[in-house]
């Protein structure tokens, strides 16, 4: 089962002007990072050790300004990004899941450089809706830092969740249940007062007003936010 999926145009490695464009993408952000968050940091954890070590610097420096929607000159780390996909080399980068794994599907075939698919990461992200955006380009983030080999230490690396990518792809399947579960209700069908409750008590220890924890709260909050949203549709 695929669950998100990157499509990038690249210019041959020989050709004299080096470009990078997106095509056809489906990145799930919700809750952020969704899965679409994690394969975009997953992608860049994989390519990044093979980026000369002078561009390191501007990539990290592009994903703030794509964060905060700034105009971004052209080119950067050498490639002109564009929407014409016409002369350019199509990559397929996918996250897929089995059972109650996730596994990278990576188009590593001759020709593929890294350069491109980390920048077209980075402008996928920035195409996002911007309050989705943040958790996301933080996860890119860290596979930005990733110095690994493993694919699958590379996801529980980036995510930040470890076992909790079991509760994720729950959530996939049966999306009531997840949504219990996150909220720790009892099933099925709480009432709407329950369920409120509920969420506002989580909510109040998630929050860093209220004592919680800055690292991986805007994940937690959207996570309760989207619980709720699923037990209380009519």
Do not use: K, N
Not at 55 to 64: N, T, Y
Not at 158 to 179: F, K, M
């Amino acid at each position: 089962m695929v669950l998100a999926e990157l499509e990038v145009f690249q210019s041959r490695p020989i050709a004299p002007t080096r470009r990078v464009a997106l095509g056809s993408c489906v990145l799930p952000v919700t809750p952020a990072p969704g899965f679409g968050g994690i394969l975009l940091g997953a992608v860049a954890g994989a390519f990044i050790a093979q980026v000369d070590d002078d561009l390191h610097a501007d990539l990290d420096r592009l994903s703030h300004q794509l964060e905060l929607g700034q105009s971004i000159p052209q080119p950067r780390l050498r490639h002109r990004f564009q929407t014409d996909h016409i002369g350019l080399t199509r990559r397929v980068h996918r996250l897929v899941g089995d059972g109650e794994r996730m596994h990278l599907d990576l188009d590593t075939s001759d020709g593929t450089s890294p350069g491109p698919q980390v920048l077209a990461v980075v402008y996928a992200a920035g195409r996002l809706p911007i309050e989705s955006r943040g958790p996301v380009m933080r996860v890119i983030r860290r596979g930005l830092r990733w110095r690994g080999r493993s694919h699958d230490g590379l996801i529980d690396a980036i995510s930040g969740r470890g076992s909790g990518l079991v509760t994720a792809l729950g959530r996939y399947r049966d999306p009531e249940a997840w949504a219990l579960g996150v909220l720790g209700l009892a099933g099925p069908s709480p009432d709407r007062q329950a369920v409120q409750r509920r969420f506002r008590d989580l909510l109040r220890v998630a929050h860093p007003d209220h004592g919680g924890r800055h690292s991986g709260a805007a994940e937690r909050i959207a996570e309760l936010s989207e619980a709720r949203r699923i037990l209380l549709v009519p």
